[in-house]
């Protein structure tokens, strides 16, 4: 079983919309989670932490689950400058690798 | 401002040669970590790094070393470079403690082998 599975994508969506990707993790263990970002040819960077609680940073909103153990990221009013790959990333413990799903790949449309 | 440095963007190599592929980062993390990244396959583990001299194998070591002789310094040796190896190779840094603390990237090393 895959650590961390996601969704390869493409999502092609038009600007303005609302589009959604999930995540999920095997490890019941794992203590922190985070979305990365890597434009095409680029190096992954760090989008968001994810709390527990939720959290949200302007369009971006990040939800973490952990009784089911998915974590989501959800973009409002997408702008063509979202465009990337989404990497969904878990860490077991601190000094642990972290563990990067494959990526979601998103293509915002004019 | 984080920076982690590879030494080169492109490299062309060919087949049976030893290659050095290099990465250095000036914020004093604990941890520094090669990863591959090619289509399809997403990042994978080469190997890490918990501290100078120190190195872990991560998910495929086969036909890679490593090196860290200095803190800030991490470095990545194919020993007789084959065309499997052709990917493109990135070099991250990370401190130790708190699992929240971000991993930084370098800008990556595009290597083709022939």
New interface residues.
Partial sequence: RKEVEQDPGPFNVPEGATVAFNCTYSNSAS??F?WYRQDCR?????LM?VYSSGNEDGRFTAQLNRASQYISLLIRDSKLSDSATY?CVV?L???T??V????TRLSVIA | DVKVTQSSRYLVKRTGEKVFLECVQDMDHENMFWYRQDPGLGLRLIYFSYDVKMKEKGDIPEGYSVSREKKERFSLILESASTNQTSMYLCASRPSGTPTYEQYFGPGTRLTVT
């Fill in positions: 203590q922190s985070f680029k190096e992954p960077k760090l932490s990497l860490n413990a601190g000094n690798p972290l990067f799903g494959k990526g």
